[in-house]
């Protein structure tokens, strides 16, 4: 085959490359539209600075007018309203209390002329007095109440008075308090009357100041603002308008009265803001134009931005990763390798970059596996979970790697290759041949562990059969030779040692066939004929007696019988242990009794009167190997547990509150058939 020549350098480069350019645009044209942008920022800026400066100095201006008309409003009512009160006064003095009616305010002034608004309004003089030495009349009462209800009140009238008489004019006193000193709307007004230089009396009203402004203010007024009388200086509530309120004097000597002022609705002419919506829309309407102009910029930075993107991420990636990358076309020849992938084999990219197959790094032995797997890749590509191979490295050692591959397109989506992604995994070989190594000696362990446990297992549990008939035997020859021995009593005997060494038999049986791990032998049985003949057992053997608290029903539970025999005789017997420990005389309890916290299971309770286990021990108690007794092999209760998790049950340790000593308890599950009925 000819050699190839290397395709250029940057081929790989060019499949990221646009199709077609864009055209340059002069920097001054992009100057020239972001100044102009500038310029109409600034505009809209000016308009909405000069719009709120002219709404701001419209509103100062229509509150100065505001303000001083209602302050001219009030001096005028408020100066007829003495005018009036004066003409009371005269009329008064003249003609005596016949001259006015205390219980009817006039509508008319004196000489038949109309009365003012403040006199005329509905609830704005509340009484009236004529104050005189001689000939005093009217409400009087509410002059002298007011007097007497707070001494702020008489210190303002006593006041009111002093003015009237020294300065000859009319004079406001209040507010009025009431008596726990809250400042009420209520106001006197008293005029007074001379003759000559003699004070002939004075004319007092009492006013309601709310309704004295309800009463002069006109309806053009408050719609567009809200008036409030301020008593006494008294903090404005908290304004939510948009517009601040503003406050005003009254100006009624001896009061210190305020009207607030409280702009409601729209404050300003609408013109300037139409106005400043029209320019805005022209203004709107250039940006369009700009922003359609500023488009095709747009387009061109936004390719450019992208593609130098991917040139930085791409570079970045293969700087980065330690993963070899490849890149072929249709034909199986190489387009790209990364620096991973030429450290990996040992290999340059001119090397490699445009070679065929056979590739140089395939080794002779496998060439032609490989060359099949190559067709098969370019064909179809590689399954999600890789395709694992070895490659010849340089220096000639083998490489193991695991093979991904991806579809290489172009920008329009045709196919051009595949890309390959290649991840050296000759480590991981060497460690999983290690690891199955590794377990392959464990596995040998756990088998001589096992073992070791079945014969441990096979010694505790033969040890007191073996005994036993050791026992039998060695009395059955004395017997004999002194010729004591009748034919019952020798068949007695030989029953019991035939039955010891069934017994036997069968333990090693049953400890053969749980260390297989076999099924267990599980049978319908009654626990209370099983636990009392597992105990008579322990009693004849041991030479104790052992209290049963057995229910008088069945107990019918699912369970391999000889299991349960071997439970209940390994708690009896080691509860006699530790009794025997005790200062007491040995005592030792089996309970067979329905769970209390369990429903629908039975416990075994085998407790004593010995020292108990201690606390430390308690932990440990049911590990194999682990005994508390000196010379004690540590099976005993590792087998009790091992056959009450067998019977999906649990054994637990504690201490008796009866006895006093240990207490072991069996936690079994009721056959479904007995949950129901057992006691």
Not at 179 to 201: K, N
Not at 500 to 523: C, D, I, M, P, S
Not at 555 to 574: I, K, S, Y
Not at 639 to 655: F, K, N, Y
Request: aromatic share 6%; proline share 6%.
């Amino acid at each position: 085959m000819p050699p190839l020549t290397p395709p250029p350098a940057d081929d790989f480069a060019l499949l990221h490359a646009s199709t077609r350019s864009l055209p340059d645009r002069s920097r001054w044209t992009v100057l020239w539209m972001m100044g102009l942008v500038v310029l109409i920022v600034a505009a809209v800026v000016a308009l909405v600075w000069y719009l709120n400066r002219f709404e701001s100095e419209e509103e100062e201006r229509r509150r100065g007018a505001d303000a001083q008309w209602l302050e001219q409003s009030v001096q005028f009512h408020f100066r007829r309203l003495e005018d009036d009160v004066a003409q009371l006064a005269r009329q008064a003095a003249l003609d005596g209390p016949r001259a006015w009616d205390a219980n009817a305010r006039p509508e008319v002034a004196a000489g038949g002329a109309p009365a003012g608004l403040l006199q005329r309004a509905e609830g704005v003089v509340l009484a009236q007095a004529w104050l005189a030495e001689q000939g005093a009349g009217g409400d009087l009462a509410a002059w002298y109440e007011d007097a007497a209800r707070h001494e702020d009140n008489r210190l303002a009238l006593q006041t009111l008075q002093d003015i009237v008489r020294g300065l000859h004019r009319a004079s406001y006193a209040g507010p009025m308090r009431t008596a726990e000193g809250e400042a009420t709307d209520r106001v006197w007004l008293a005029v007074p009357y001379f003759d000559g230089t003699r004070l002939v009396g004075m004319y007092a009203v009492q006013l309601a100041m709310r309704q004295a402004v309800d009463a002069l203010l006109p309806p053009w007024f408050l719609q567009k603002q809200t008036v409030r009388l301020v008593v006494d200086g008294a903090p404005a509530p908290a304004a939510t308008e948009q517009a601040p309120p503003y406050r005003t004097v009254m100006n009624l000597p001896g009061t210190d009265l305020l009207l607030e002022v409280v702009p409601q609705g729209p404050r300003t002419s609408p013109v300037p803001r139409i106005f400043f919506l029209v320019a805005l829309l022209f203004l709107l309407g250039m940006l369009a134009s700009l922003a359609a102009l500023r488009r095709d910029f747009g387009k061109r930075q936004q390719v450019q931005q992208r593609l130098q993107a991917e040139v930085a991420l791409r570079t970045a990636m293969e700087g980065s990763v330690s993963i070899g990358m490849r890149a072929w076309d249709m034909d199986g020849r190489i387009l790209y390798v990364n620096d991973a992938f030429c450290a990996m084999l040992g290999y340059s990219s001119e090397e490699l970059r445009g070679s065929r197959a056979p590739l140089p790094y395939w080794p002779p032995e496998q060439a032609e596996r490989l060359a099949a797997l190559h067709e098969s890749v370019i064909r179809q590509g590689t399954r999600p979970e890789g395709i694992e191979a070895q490659f010849r490295h340089k220096n000639g050692h083998l490489v193991d790697v695991l093979i991904h591959e991806a579809p290489l397109t172009r920008a329009d989506g045709t196919q051009l290759g595949w890309m390959s992604s290649i991840l050296d995994i000759s480590e991981r070989k060497r460690a999983q041949q290690l690891a199955a190594s590794q377990q392959e000696k464990l596995e040998a362990s756990a088998r001589l562990v096992a073992v070791g446990e079945v014969a441990s297992t096979l010694a505790h549990e033969l040890n007191q059969p073996l005994g036993a008939l050791s026992s039998f035997a060695s009395g059955l020859l004395n017997r004999l030779e002194r010729g004591t021995m009748t034919d019952a009593e020798l068949r007695t005997v030989v029953q019991r040692m035939a039955a010891l060494a069934e017994r036997a038999g069968g333990v090693t049986q049953r400890v053969n066939a749980f260390a297989r791990r076999r099924e267990l032998n599980l049978k319908r049985l009654d626990l209370v004929p099983l636990v009392r003949r597992a105990a008579a057992a322990v009693q004849e053997t041991h030479g104790a007696t052992l209290l049963l608290q057995l229910p008088h029903t069945a107990a019918w539970v699912q369970g391999d019988a000889l299991l349960l025999e071997h439970l209940v005789h390994n708690l009896c017997g080691n509860a006699l242990d530790w009794a025997r420990r005790g200062s007491h005389a040995p005592q030792v309890q089996v309970r067979l009794q329905p769970c209390e916290d369990a429903p629908g299971h039975m416990c075994l309770a085998v407790a004593d009167n010995g020292p108990g286990v201690p606390e430390e021990a308690q932990a440990r108690i049911f590990d194999a190997f682990f005994s508390t007794k000196e010379g004690g092999m540590g099976m005993g209760l590792a087998i009790c547990r091992s056959i009450a998790e067998a019977h999906h049950g649990r054994i637990l340790v504690g201490r008796d509150a009866l006895l006093g000593g240990a207490l072991f308890t069996a936690d079994l599950p009721l056959a479904p058939a007995a949950a129901s009925t057992a006691p």
